[in-house]
């Protein structure tokens, strides 16, 4: 993905701070135009002559190739930008240029190897690693939609991933995103995974994701959402690392899509927006079995209450 395209070509580097709250909304604005997808960077040391922002402590940031398409990328990601920020306060959009060769160092230093959870282990291709003997490795390259593994969303589901999935079971995996999950889920045990996304770009980095993992196989990826209609066969497992809002609109449909014994897993959750996913799962008769947060987000596993008799 990064080879003889960039090469003496420099690059525009995008950065803008912000709060958990605009992390990933202004990622997939910067994903739609950047070169390589969006680097989601919590900020917990400044570096030199850098301020530390208690109130945006994330730095979103991504790059454009400076050729005949730049302006037009830029002007796009300014407006995506200043109509957030009528929502939102967010950080001034900075901007400066790179040459090819500090390009190339600039954006791998923002990937290392990531542990996850008990045993899973997020590598780039371009890093080597041993792993132990009872943990499984996700290799994942920038150039994404969601799901680098670096926000702590993604890191928590996969977390929970590791409690819930067995050998042998059905997942489904909404809002896939880059396929992480997924990814994740079948190296687990899963025998098979339906990994769904509305945006073409997520279905198509996923597609890719998954069959450089050798997983074609076992994990389905299509543009489709979840709706009650679709749900002919329940799942053991349902998994969708998306926003609060969304998976409470979505519970009649995630429900009717989770067997009677299967287990959700929910993440994107902001602490504040919670209430809005509890509310909507006691509705539908799920109980919450596992809270899991980091910094001001929040993954949940629910069940199905047992019917009485």
């Not at 090469?7 to 604005?29: F, G, P, W, Y």
């Amino acid at each position: 993905m990064y080879d003889d395209e960039i090469c003496a070509m420099n690059v525009i580097e995008l950065s803008l701070r912000v709060d958990a709250e605009s992390a990933e909304a202004l990622a997939a604005a910067f994903n739609e135009y950047a070169y390589g997808g969006a680097v989601i960077e919590q900020v917990i040391t400044p570096e030199q002559d850098e301020t530390l922002d208690a109130a945006r402590p994330y730095t979103v940031r991504a790059f454009l190739l400076k050729d005949e398409t730049l302006a037009e990328k830029q002007r796009a990601i300014e407006r995506a930008v200043w109509a957030y920020s009528m929502l939102r306060p967010v950080g001034e959009l900075e901007t400066r240029e790179l040459a090819e060769e500090d390009y190339a160092h600039a954006w791998k230093k923002f990937y290392t190897v990531l542990h996850v959870g008990a045993r899973t282990v997020i590598k780039p291709s371009w890093l080597a690693y041993t792993p132990r003997a009872d943990e499984i490795v996700i290799e994942l390259d920038p150039g994404m939609a969601f799901g680098t593994g670096l926000h702590p969303t993604t890191r928590l589901c996969l977390a929970l991933l590791e409690k819930y999935v067995t050998r042998g079971m059905t997942v489904l995996d909404v809002g896939t995103g880059s396929g992480i999950l997924a990814i994740g889920a079948a190296k687990l045990g899963a025998a098979f995974v339906d990994a769904r996304d509305i945006d073409p770009i997520a279905v198509e980095t996923a597609q890719k994701n998954i069959a450089a993992s050798g997983l074609t196989e076992r994990v389905r990826v299509s543009r489709a959402s979840v709706t009650i209609s679709s749900a002919a066969h329940p799942y053991d497992l349902v998994v969708a690392n998306i926003f609060a809002d969304t998976i409470a609109e979505l519970t009649p449909a995630l429900r009717a899509h989770l067997k009677s014994d299967g287990v959700f897993i929910g993440s994107g959750i902001l602490v504040e927006r919670a209430h809005l996913v509890e509310q909507a799962m006691a509705a539908h008769n799920l109980t919450l079995v596992e809270k899991c947060q980091e910094a001001d987000w929040l993954a949940m596993a629910y069940r199905p209450a047992p019917q009485s008799p």
